[in-house]
Protein backbone atom coordinates (compact mmCIF):
# COMPACT_ATOMS: atom_id res chain seq x y z
CA UNK A 1 0.00 0.00 0.00
CA UNK A 2 1.44 3.66 -0.94
CA UNK A 3 1.77 5.78 1.72
CA UNK A 4 -0.95 7.91 3.08
CA UNK A 5 0.40 11.36 2.65
CA UNK A 6 2.18 13.32 0.13
CA UNK A 7 5.94 13.69 0.23
CA UNK A 8 7.64 16.57 -0.28
CA UNK A 9 12.12 15.77 0.09
CA UNK A 10 14.64 18.58 0.18
CA UNK A 11 17.09 17.50 -3.06
CA UNK A 12 19.83 16.94 -0.90
CA UNK A 13 18.44 14.17 1.07
CA UNK A 14 18.69 11.66 -1.37
CA UNK A 15 21.33 13.04 -4.12
CA UNK A 16 24.12 11.31 -2.22
CA UNK A 17 24.00 8.05 -3.92
CA UNK A 18 22.14 9.41 -6.93
CA UNK A 19 22.31 9.11 -10.86
CA UNK A 20 20.86 12.72 -12.19
CA UNK A 21 20.25 12.52 -16.24
CA UNK A 22 20.95 16.26 -16.54
CA UNK A 23 21.81 19.05 -14.14
CA UNK A 24 19.70 22.14 -16.51
CA UNK A 25 18.06 24.81 -15.01
CA UNK A 26 14.65 26.47 -16.47
CA UNK A 27 12.52 28.82 -14.93
CA UNK A 28 8.91 27.33 -14.29
CA UNK A 29 5.78 28.32 -12.91
CA UNK A 30 4.70 26.66 -9.73
CA UNK A 31 2.16 24.07 -9.59
CA UNK A 32 0.25 22.59 -6.46
CA UNK A 33 2.79 19.79 -5.31
CA UNK A 34 -0.08 17.25 -4.91
CA UNK A 35 -1.36 17.65 -8.08
CA UNK A 36 2.38 16.98 -9.04
CA UNK A 37 2.59 13.73 -6.78
CA UNK A 38 -0.55 12.66 -7.80
CA UNK A 39 0.77 12.76 -11.83
CA UNK A 40 4.07 11.44 -10.50
CA UNK A 41 2.08 8.13 -9.21
CA UNK A 42 -0.35 7.70 -12.45
CA UNK A 43 2.78 7.95 -14.40
CA UNK A 44 5.58 5.29 -11.98
CA UNK A 45 3.26 2.47 -10.67
CA UNK A 46 2.93 1.08 -13.97
CA UNK A 47 6.11 1.00 -14.46
CA UNK A 48 7.04 -0.55 -11.01
CA UNK A 49 4.53 -2.93 -11.96
CA UNK A 50 5.98 -3.62 -15.13
CA UNK A 51 9.57 -4.45 -13.27
CA UNK A 52 8.33 -6.49 -10.50
CA UNK A 53 10.02 -9.55 -11.77
CA UNK A 54 13.00 -7.92 -11.47
CA UNK A 55 13.14 -6.92 -7.90
CA UNK A 56 12.47 -10.48 -6.27
CA UNK A 57 14.06 -8.82 -2.84
CA UNK A 58 12.40 -5.44 -2.95
CA UNK A 59 8.89 -6.14 -3.93
CA UNK A 60 5.72 -4.93 -2.33
CA UNK A 61 1.83 -4.85 -3.23
CA UNK A 62 -0.42 -2.04 -4.05
CA UNK A 63 -4.32 -1.86 -4.81
CA UNK A 64 -3.96 1.40 -6.57
CA UNK A 65 -5.02 3.77 -4.10
CA UNK A 66 -4.26 6.32 -1.42
CA UNK A 67 -6.37 7.32 1.71
CA UNK A 68 -6.90 10.87 3.62
CA UNK A 69 -8.86 12.61 6.66
CA UNK A 70 -11.57 14.61 5.22
CA UNK A 71 -13.29 17.10 7.82
CA UNK A 72 -17.00 16.75 8.82
CA UNK A 73 -19.24 18.87 10.35
CA UNK A 74 -20.58 17.27 13.31
CA UNK A 75 -24.58 16.93 14.26
CA UNK A 76 -27.00 18.08 17.14
CA UNK A 77 -25.70 15.54 19.40
CA UNK A 78 -22.04 16.36 18.15
CA UNK A 79 -21.80 19.54 17.13
CA UNK A 80 -17.76 19.48 16.91
CA UNK A 81 -15.80 18.78 13.77
CA UNK A 82 -14.63 15.30 13.12
CA UNK A 83 -12.78 13.68 10.06
CA UNK A 84 -13.78 10.71 8.58
CA UNK A 85 -11.40 8.29 6.02
CA UNK A 86 -11.70 8.22 2.53
CA UNK A 87 -10.20 7.21 -0.52
CA UNK A 88 -8.02 10.63 -1.93
CA UNK A 89 -6.54 9.33 -5.23
CA UNK A 90 -7.04 6.32 -7.26
CA UNK A 91 -4.77 5.54 -10.56
CA UNK A 92 -6.84 4.21 -13.07
CA UNK A 93 -5.12 1.50 -14.18
CA UNK A 94 -4.61 -0.45 -11.01
CA UNK A 95 -7.14 -2.87 -8.85
CA UNK A 96 -9.07 -0.36 -6.59
CA UNK A 97 -10.60 1.55 -9.71
CA UNK A 98 -11.04 -1.44 -11.85
CA UNK A 99 -12.82 -3.15 -8.67
CA UNK A 100 -15.34 -0.13 -8.57
CA UNK A 101 -13.89 2.14 -5.65
CA UNK A 102 -13.93 6.22 -6.54
CA UNK A 103 -12.28 9.22 -5.09
CA UNK A 104 -14.66 10.24 -1.56
CA UNK A 105 -15.24 6.86 -1.34
CA UNK A 106 -15.79 6.58 2.79
CA UNK A 107 -14.04 3.86 4.05
CA UNK A 108 -16.57 1.86 6.76
CA UNK A 109 -15.14 -2.08 7.01
CA UNK A 110 -11.77 -3.00 5.82
CA UNK A 111 -12.01 -7.65 5.61
CA UNK A 112 -15.42 -7.13 8.22
CA UNK A 113 -13.96 -5.05 10.73
CA UNK A 114 -15.29 -1.81 11.24
CA UNK A 115 -12.92 0.60 11.20
CA UNK A 116 -15.23 4.15 10.49
CA UNK A 117 -13.83 5.56 13.48
CA UNK A 118 -10.35 4.92 12.85
CA UNK A 119 -8.11 7.58 11.09
CA UNK A 120 -6.71 7.12 7.61
CA UNK A 121 -2.90 6.15 8.45
CA UNK A 122 -4.52 3.41 10.75
CA UNK A 123 -6.66 2.11 8.41
CA UNK A 124 -3.50 2.16 5.58
CA UNK A 125 -1.35 0.36 8.48
CA UNK A 126 -3.78 -2.16 8.50
CA UNK A 127 -4.56 -3.13 5.27
CA UNK A 128 -0.82 -3.06 4.55
CA UNK A 129 -0.36 -5.43 7.27
CA UNK A 130 -3.45 -7.70 5.71
CA UNK A 131 -1.39 -7.25 2.40
CA UNK A 132 1.97 -8.25 3.63
CA UNK A 133 0.27 -11.26 4.76
CA UNK A 134 -0.92 -12.53 2.02
CA UNK A 135 -4.56 -12.43 3.21
CA UNK A 136 -6.49 -11.63 -0.66
CA UNK A 137 -8.72 -10.50 -1.57
CA UNK A 138 -9.18 -7.21 0.71
CA UNK A 139 -12.88 -6.46 1.18
CA UNK A 140 -13.42 -3.03 1.63
CA UNK A 141 -17.44 -1.93 2.71
CA UNK A 142 -17.65 1.42 1.30
CA UNK A 143 -20.12 4.70 1.38
CA UNK A 144 -20.85 7.35 -1.38
CA UNK A 145 -23.03 9.87 -1.50
CA UNK A 146 -25.24 7.79 1.50
CA UNK A 147 -25.33 4.19 -0.57
CA UNK A 148 -22.82 1.64 0.81
CA UNK A 149 -21.34 -1.11 -1.35
CA UNK A 150 -18.94 -3.46 -1.11
CA UNK A 151 -15.78 -3.89 -3.43
CA UNK A 152 -13.40 -6.77 -3.40
CA UNK A 153 -9.67 -6.22 -4.61
CA UNK A 154 -6.91 -8.24 -5.22
CA UNK A 155 -3.27 -6.23 -5.08
CA UNK A 156 -0.82 -6.11 -7.69
CA UNK A 157 2.86 -6.59 -7.04
CA UNK A 158 4.94 -3.68 -8.11
CA UNK A 159 8.74 -2.96 -7.31
CA UNK A 160 8.97 -1.24 -3.78
CA UNK A 161 11.06 1.42 -4.62
CA UNK A 162 9.22 5.36 -2.96
CA UNK A 163 8.30 7.78 -5.53
CA UNK A 164 9.05 10.73 -5.01
CA UNK A 165 8.84 14.53 -5.36
CA UNK A 166 11.73 17.01 -5.11
CA UNK A 167 11.17 20.98 -5.24
CA UNK A 168 13.62 22.18 -7.63
CA UNK A 169 13.45 24.54 -10.73
CA UNK A 170 16.78 22.23 -11.68
CA UNK A 171 15.59 19.41 -14.53
CA UNK A 172 16.75 16.04 -12.94
CA UNK A 173 15.76 12.61 -11.75
CA UNK A 174 17.57 10.72 -9.28
CA UNK A 175 17.51 7.44 -7.62
CA UNK A 176 19.57 5.66 -4.38
CA UNK A 177 18.68 2.47 -4.74
CA UNK A 178 15.23 2.73 -2.34
CA UNK A 179 14.20 6.22 -4.28
CA UNK A 180 12.53 7.03 -7.75
CA UNK A 181 12.87 11.00 -7.17
CA UNK A 182 11.93 13.57 -10.20
CA UNK A 183 12.24 17.53 -9.30
CA UNK A 184 8.92 19.83 -10.11
CA UNK A 185 11.51 21.16 -12.80
CA UNK A 186 10.88 18.62 -14.75
CA UNK A 187 7.77 17.73 -14.41
CA UNK A 188 7.07 20.76 -15.43
CA UNK A 189 9.13 20.25 -18.58
CA UNK A 190 7.74 17.34 -19.62
CA UNK A 191 3.92 17.76 -19.85
CA UNK A 192 2.96 14.48 -21.57
CA UNK A 193 3.02 10.97 -19.22
CA UNK A 194 5.37 9.17 -21.76
CA UNK A 195 8.17 11.87 -21.57
CA UNK A 196 7.79 11.81 -18.15
CA UNK A 197 7.84 8.13 -18.15
CA UNK A 198 11.07 7.71 -19.54
CA UNK A 199 12.48 10.13 -16.82
CA UNK A 200 11.43 7.33 -13.92
CA UNK A 201 12.13 4.01 -16.31
CA UNK A 202 15.93 5.64 -16.40
CA UNK A 203 16.06 5.86 -12.94
CA UNK A 204 14.14 2.60 -11.91
CA UNK A 205 16.63 0.52 -14.33
CA UNK A 206 19.26 2.33 -11.57
CA UNK A 207 17.47 0.60 -9.00
CA UNK A 208 16.85 -2.35 -10.64
CA UNK A 209 20.50 -2.68 -11.81
CA UNK A 210 21.92 -2.08 -8.08
CA UNK A 211 23.59 0.78 -9.37
CA UNK A 212 23.43 2.85 -6.11
CA UNK A 213 24.58 -0.42 -3.72
CA UNK A 214 27.48 -1.31 -6.47
CA UNK A 215 28.36 2.22 -6.03
CA UNK A 216 28.51 2.47 -2.30
CA UNK A 217 30.36 -1.13 -2.29
CA UNK A 218 33.05 -0.31 -4.35
CA UNK A 219 33.86 3.43 -2.35
CA UNK A 220 34.41 1.13 0.72
CA UNK A 221 36.62 -0.97 -0.99
CA UNK A 222 38.61 1.73 -2.73
CA UNK A 223 38.77 3.53 0.76
CA UNK A 224 40.61 0.57 2.01
CA UNK A 225 42.78 -0.31 -0.99
CA UNK A 226 43.93 3.25 -0.65
CA UNK A 227 44.78 2.75 2.80
CA UNK A 228 46.94 -0.31 1.62
CA UNK A 229 47.63 -0.12 -1.35
CA UNK A 230 51.09 1.51 -2.25
CA UNK A 231 51.29 5.17 -3.22
CA UNK A 232 47.59 5.03 -3.05
CA UNK A 233 46.86 3.65 -6.65
CA UNK A 234 43.89 1.72 -7.50
CA UNK A 235 43.52 -1.10 -10.25
CA UNK A 236 41.43 0.62 -12.70
CA UNK A 237 38.58 -1.84 -12.81
CA UNK A 238 37.90 -1.19 -9.70
CA UNK A 239 36.45 2.43 -10.83
CA UNK A 240 33.73 1.44 -13.41
CA UNK A 241 32.90 4.07 -16.38
CA UNK A 242 30.33 6.17 -15.27
CA UNK A 243 28.92 6.60 -18.83
CA UNK A 244 28.38 3.21 -18.87
CA UNK A 245 26.29 2.80 -16.21
CA UNK A 246 24.19 5.59 -17.58
CA UNK A 247 24.01 3.87 -20.74
CA UNK A 248 22.93 0.59 -18.87
CA UNK A 249 20.59 2.31 -17.41
CA UNK A 250 18.70 3.77 -21.01
CA UNK A 251 19.08 0.23 -22.00
CA UNK A 252 16.81 -1.06 -19.34
CA UNK A 253 14.63 2.24 -19.27
CA UNK A 254 13.64 1.89 -22.54
CA UNK A 255 11.98 -1.68 -22.01
CA UNK A 256 10.82 -0.93 -19.06
CA UNK A 257 8.79 1.70 -21.29
CA UNK A 258 7.99 -1.00 -23.53
CA UNK A 259 6.78 -2.97 -20.63
CA UNK A 260 4.93 -0.52 -19.30
CA UNK A 261 3.46 0.01 -22.27
CA UNK A 262 4.26 3.31 -22.95
CA UNK A 263 5.21 5.38 -26.25
CA UNK A 264 8.50 4.78 -27.34
CA UNK A 265 8.56 8.17 -29.36
CA UNK A 266 8.70 10.01 -26.04
CA UNK A 267 12.67 9.05 -25.60
CA UNK A 268 13.26 10.30 -28.66
CA UNK A 269 11.16 13.68 -27.79
CA UNK A 270 13.04 13.41 -24.63
CA UNK A 271 16.80 13.41 -25.35
CA UNK A 272 16.26 16.39 -28.57
CA UNK A 273 14.63 18.71 -25.75
CA UNK A 274 17.36 18.07 -23.42
CA UNK A 275 19.99 18.78 -26.09
CA UNK A 276 18.03 22.16 -27.06
CA UNK A 277 18.43 22.69 -23.82
CA UNK A 278 22.24 21.84 -22.71
CA UNK A 279 22.80 23.79 -26.08
CA UNK A 280 22.02 27.42 -24.37
CA UNK A 281 24.05 26.31 -21.61
CA UNK A 282 27.15 28.50 -21.52
CA UNK A 283 30.13 25.90 -22.30
CA UNK A 284 31.79 25.91 -19.04
CA UNK A 285 28.54 24.65 -16.97
CA UNK A 286 28.03 21.64 -19.96
CA UNK A 287 29.74 19.07 -17.38
CA UNK A 288 27.29 16.53 -17.72
CA UNK A 289 28.66 14.67 -20.56
CA UNK A 290 32.16 13.31 -18.57
CA UNK A 291 29.46 11.04 -16.33
CA UNK A 292 26.38 10.54 -19.30
CA UNK A 293 26.86 9.81 -22.99
CA UNK A 294 26.45 12.89 -25.02
CA UNK A 295 22.67 13.19 -26.57
CA UNK A 296 23.95 12.18 -29.54
CA UNK A 297 25.25 8.81 -28.06
CA UNK A 298 22.46 8.57 -26.11
CA UNK A 299 19.98 8.55 -28.98
CA UNK A 300 21.76 6.47 -31.41
CA UNK A 301 22.04 3.57 -28.89
CA UNK A 302 18.47 4.12 -28.00
CA UNK A 303 17.78 3.69 -31.61
CA UNK A 304 19.39 -0.04 -31.68
CA UNK A 305 17.49 -1.01 -28.16
CA UNK A 306 14.26 0.25 -30.07
CA UNK A 307 15.19 -1.83 -32.86
CA UNK A 308 15.43 -4.95 -30.92
CA UNK A 309 12.38 -4.44 -28.77
CA UNK A 310 10.19 -3.95 -32.31
CA UNK A 311 11.80 -7.24 -33.48
CA UNK A 312 11.11 -9.21 -30.51
CA UNK A 313 7.50 -7.94 -30.20
CA UNK A 314 7.13 -9.08 -34.07
CA UNK A 315 8.78 -12.31 -33.18
CA UNK A 316 6.10 -12.52 -29.99
CA UNK A 317 9.05 -12.91 -27.25
CA UNK A 318 9.27 -11.56 -23.98
CA UNK A 319 10.41 -8.15 -23.65
CA UNK A 320 13.49 -9.22 -21.97
CA UNK A 321 16.32 -7.47 -21.96
CA UNK A 322 20.18 -9.04 -22.61
CA UNK A 323 21.63 -8.29 -19.01
CA UNK A 324 18.95 -7.38 -16.53
CA UNK A 325 18.33 -9.17 -13.65
CA UNK A 326 15.77 -12.08 -13.50
CA UNK A 327 14.61 -14.45 -10.66
Not at 76 to 94: Q, S
Not at 180 to 190: I, K, P
Request: aromatic share 6%.
Amino acid sequence: MLQTRLLLLAFFAISACSFPMYGLHKATPRIDPESLQRRLYDVGLPLLAAAVEWCPFERDATYGFLLRNRPVAGDAVDPGTRTVPVVAYLHPRLPAASGGAAVGDRIIEVNTTRVEADRAEAIAQRIHRLTAARIQPLQLEIEHDGVQRTVVLWAQPVCNFALHLLDSDVINGVSNGRIMAVTTGAMQSFIQDDELAWILAHELAHNILSHAQNAQLRMMLNTFLRATAAGGRLPDQLSPEPRSLEAEADYVGAYLMARAGYDLDAVERVWEQMRRLEGRQPVGKRGISHSHPTTVERLAAFHRTRGEIEAKRRRGELLQPQFAPVE
